[in-house]
Nanobody
Framework: QVQLVESGGGLVQPGGSLRLSCAAS????????MSWYRQVPGKQRELVAS???????NYAYSVKGRFTISRDNAKNTVYLQMNSLKPEDTAVYYC??????????????????WGQGTQVTVSS
């Protein structure tokens, strides 16, 4: 069983910063990518940033230059440093894990796991 534990959300004033963390644990053979998504009520979940096992990053246009995604491969943990936060960044942020598991017959399966979500509120 694979688990994702998120932390770091909260209330911050416009222009402030927050750092989200997501730690993966369990029966993981390999990690292809770790990502952060966000969702506000009534809207679809959207990709915020992603990072591959090789360190390649991808950002939503709305957060480029303000957010930085990074990962600690040894700890299977991904971080999202959010600076210059705006009210429109308010959302529930979800961690996403794209990983593989290896069965006893050496078959490798690609799977996906979501975190429970952490609320980020940007307001004065």
């Amino acid at each position: 069983q694979v688990q994702l534990v998120e932390s770091g959300g909260g209330l911050v004033q416009p222009g402030g910063s927050l750092r989200l963390s997501c730690a993966a644990s369990g029966s993981i053979f390999g990690i292809n990518a770790m990502s952060w998504y966000r969702q506000v009520p009534g809207k679809q979940r959207e990709l915020v940033a992603s990072i591959t096992s090789g360190g390649k990053t991808n950002y939503a246009y709305s957060v480029k230059g303000r957010f930085t995604i990074s990962r600690d491969n040894a700890k299977n943990t991904v971080y999202l440093q959010m600076n210059s936060l705006k009210p429109e960044d308010t959302a529930v942020y979800y961690c996403n894990l794209d990983y593989t598991v290896r069965l006893r017959d050496n078959t490798v399966y690609q799977l996906e796991r979501w975190g429970q979500g952490t609320q980020v509120t940007v307001s004065s």
